[in-house]
DNA sequence: TATTGTTATACTCTATAACTATA
DNA sequence: TATAGTTATAGAGTATAACAATA
C-alpha cells in the first residue's frame, strides 16, 4: 500500500462528516415542499436512465417491489410518471416519466445548485478553494462509482 | 465579488452531485440494521450536545413536537434514551441518551468510517489526494455552519 | 395567556405474505 | 415452475388539531 492507514482513517472522518452535513443541509430545498425524498429519487432515476420496470426500479431504489408499486401509484396520481404496458412480454410495466416530472427534477436540481453557489459565494472562497472542492468532488465520485 | 458566478455554479453542481451520491452510499451503513435515520440523528444529536428537552430536538431535527415525541417513546422503549422531568419548569422533560445508544451512535460512526476508509484504499489515492478530499471536509463544513 | 408536551387521527413509505397474470 | 406486478396488512415516521399541565 502506497499511504498509511491512518491517513485514510482520518480523511475518511473528516469526508464523512462533511458529505452527512452538506447532504442534510442541501436536502431540504426542493422544488416542491411535498415532494419526498423518496419520490425525487425515482424521478431522478427516471430522468437520467429513461424508462425502467417496477422491479428494475425498485433494485435500483433498494426497496421493495410492492413498496415500489406504492411509490409509482403515488407518482402516476400527481401526473409525474406514466406506466406503459411491457407489448414483448405483458407481466412487465414500463414506467415513464413525463415532462411534469422532468420539470420538478430540473427546478429541484436548479435550486440546490443555486442554494450552494450562494453559500459558497457569501464565504468569499478563493479560484484555488473552489477549485479544491471541484477536485474533491471528482475524487467523491471515483470512490462511489468504484 | 473575487470569482466568476460561473465558477461558483460549476462548483456547487459538482459538489451537489458528489455530496448526494457519497451521503446515499455511506448511509446504508450501519449498526443496526433496524435502526433508522431519524432515530440515529436525534442519537447523534444528544450524543453530541448533551441533554435537550423535545421542542429543543424538534426544532434541531426540523420536526413538529409531536413527532418527537414519538420517536423519543421508540428511543426509550429500546433503552437508548431516558425521560426526565425538568426540576425547575415541571412542563419540561429533559431526554438524556444512554450508554446502549451512545454505543450504537459511536459503533455506526466507526462502521462508516471504516468502510469509507477501505474504498479510499481500494482506489490507491496518493497523499495529494487525500489531502485535497480533508481541505475540501474543511471547506464543506464552513459552508455548513457560516 | 403562552408554553411544553401528549393524544387522536391521518397520510406516506416501508416491509412481508399471498395473490393474479404471464412466461 | 418461475417471474412481474399487485393487493392486503402492519409498523414507523411524518403532519395538524385538540387537549392537559404548568408558567
Known amino acids: 500500500m502506497s499511504v498509511p492507514d491512518d ?11 462533511a ?3 452538506l447532504a ?15 419520490q425525487l429519487a425515482v424521478l ?18 433498494r426497496v ?7 411509490m409509482v401509484n403515488g407518482l402516476e396520481e400527481q401526473g ?3 406506466r406503459t404496458p411491457d ?3 405483458r407481466r412487465r410495466v414500463q414506467v415513464d416519466i413525463t415532462d411534469a416530472g422532468i420539470a420538478i427534477v430540473a427546478q429541484t436540481i436548479q435550486r440546490r445548485d443555486e442554494a450552494l453557489a450562494e453559500m459558497l459565494g457569501e464565504l468569499d472562497f478563493t479560484e484555488t478553494e473552489l477549485a479544491t472542492l471541484r477536485e474533491a468532488s471528482a475524487l467523491m465520485r471515483k470512490v462511489v462509482d468504484r
Chains 1, 2 share one sequence.
Do not use: K, Y
Open 44 to 61: 431522478a432515476t427516471l430522468r437520467m436512465h429513461g424508462r425502467r420496470t417496477i422491479t428494475a426500479l425498485a433494485e435500483r431504489e
Open 80 to 82: 409525474l410518471v406514466v
Open 64 to 70: 421493495t417491489a410492492p413498496s415500489m408499486t406504492n
Open 87 to 89: 407489448a414483448e412480454d
Open 7 to 17: 491517513s485514510l482513517q482520518l480523511t475518511a472522518t473528516d469526508l464523512r462528516m
Open 19 to 21: 458529505t452527512f452535513r
Open 24 to 38: 442534510r443541509r442541501l436536502r431540504c430545498v426542493r422544488a416542491v415542499d411535498a415532494m419526498s425524498d423518496a
